[in-house]
């Protein structure tokens, strides 16, 4: 089945079975690994990416529900120059991070949240993420990094 979207500001065009998730789309047949995958149940987050402007499991949708739709996976965040998205460079700058493994997922979470919650405060910031866990940080220093980010965010508009 061919299956037609955009992914991070380009045309993709991809065959497939129908059988396909759209988190397989994108790191077999579009070799964009940075969506990972974690737990293949939707528990962990690890696979979140941003279909038409909200946050999804990816593991959760068939790539042929993303026909004709926008995607964006954390290798589209970044400007053209290499710049960091403002939540990336507030994961990093806050230490939001250790293994790394929910990461990608974590910062397109973070992303959603703060386009639509703009003034959530910490305790809402952890409910809005309890989607995405991580095994590693504790999660003050990824609430601290969402604020930041959000910040960031709100200072460039375009992010």
Known sequence: MNVQFTV????ASIDIPPNTLLV???????HLTGTHVGCDTSQC????????GRAIKSCTMLAVQAQGCEVQ?????????????????????????????CTP???MS????????PEAGDGEIRELLEGNICRCTGYQNIVA???????????????
């Open 105 to 107: 997922g974590m910062v």
């Open 145 to 159: 990094a969402v604020k930041k980010g959000r910040e960031g965010m709100q200072a460039a508009p375009s992010a």
């Open 24 to 30: 397989h789309a994108l790191r077999e047949h579009l």
């Open 45 to 52: 987050g690890a696979c979140t990416v941003i279909v038409d």
């Open 110 to 117: 973070a992303i959603d949240l703060c386009r639509h919650s």
């Open 73 to 101: 996976t954390i290798e589209g965040l970044a400007a053209a120059d290499g710049s960091l998205h403002p939540m990336q460079a507030a994961f990093k700058q806050c230490h939001g991070l250790q293994c790394g493994f």
């Open 8 to 11: 991070n500001g380009r045309a």
